[in-house]
């Protein structure tokens, strides 16, 4: 295999490779991803090749977007359920003929990874090599090493988290775990996300609402019924293996209301009356709320604010949620957090990982954040910053402030399960050209350099998460 993150100078790409071997092996921990909990649940033969690596994958249907191709042609399903191109070998010769729209982006080297780490296919995607790969991806999907099950194996991955909502019956979490698979340390897992109960400018949070009271046995017609409802599931999650939460708000605003105060919102939100300011203020007092509930039951906090969703307004109209239409935008820390941070930042039973979609706020916000509060932990770039070039800046940020242990390790966030092997490689090979750098300068030696790289690929995630279960060290780091 090339080394396409180790451009540097000869001496430092020997010890980066050398750091890159010693982790290379070590198991796969996706503690935070959107694979779909039925893939692995049914274990049945993956489709096409254009519906398993085309369709689904928004960094490639907005690339396409971009210069003119509409989704419909690429098989992306329309909320009318009006017709898109449904042909697959149709749909994978449109990528190859625009293929060099993705010189120099990750998308076009997770994708050639993929082919050949995954399905051994060396030969380069061209308009007139498509029906070759096609086929040979094609061929290999028929094959049971080929299923979902068989191929967690192979990659190595020790635990996959998904992502449910509080609404969600975790029937496939059950299955899997009827299975051996799932429940708590299994191998796949779920992760707590209540954005569509919490988020009142969602067009279906009313109807989020119901069903939360619903499965929960709660009123939800009144606010603390609501937060009942929402304790209740946190502690069906947690009895299915579920390790941490999820809140993917527009801002990282925290506040503290009163009871009375957010009873207000909450019954605002209900009656329809809820203005935008509304719905921020209720997000922002429901991330303190989610820390309180967190020092209870020891449920990990993850935050990913920043996304302007669905920015593209006729794509989302046409196409709806994650299909490539976000934007990321500016996003304040600093202030934003200090309320959360004042009531809990010093407690050792939380921990909070924060990311970011502006990465000018690595070194000058969080990193010294997490580098000042014991409960804070900076989540790796994800998303837009998910590459190469992101992680390496991210550690020349952040590390001045924070070190290596104020970090959370490698999340994939990926909803493209057979490129979860690839993103983890790329980020330990960057992480491994960081440290041979600081190696080179004589400014880490060699031995603690391959501890550190080993902690950031698995010890870190594997402790920061509870991925060994819900143990504190009584530093809360």
Known sequence: MSDPTFAIDTRQAGIARELYEAVREMPLLSPHGHVDPRLLADDEPFPDPARLLIVPDHYVTRMLLSQGIPPSRLGVPRRDGGPVESDGRTIWRLLAQNWHLFRGTPSRLWMEQTFRTVFGVETRLRA?????????????????GFRPRALFERFGIEVLATTESPTDDLAQHAKLAADGWGGPGGRVISTFRPDNVVDMERPDWRDAIDALGEIAG?????????????????EAFIAAGTTCTDHGHPTARTLSLSPAEAATLYDRGLHGTATAEDAETFRAHMLLEFARMSLDDGLVMQIHPGANRNHNRRLYAEHGLDVGGDIPQATDYVHALRPLL?????????RVVVYTLDEYTFSRELAP??????????????WFLDTPDAMRRFREAVTDAAGFYNTAGFVDDTRAFCSIPVRHDVARRSDAAYLASLVAQDRLPLDEAAETMADLAYHLPKRIFKLDGPKLDGTGK
């Open 218 to 234: 709660e009123d939800t017609g009144t606010y603390a019924g609501y937060l009942d409802a929402l304790r209740s599931r946190r």
């Open 128 to 144: 007139e090599t498509a029906d070759e790969v096609y086929d040979a991806i094609a061929a290999r999907l028929a094959e049971p």
């Open 342 to 350: 004042d009531a809990y930042g010093m407690d050792p039973k939380l």
């Open 369 to 382: 954040l997490a580098g000042g509060y014991p409960a804070l932990f900076l989540g790796a770039p994800w």
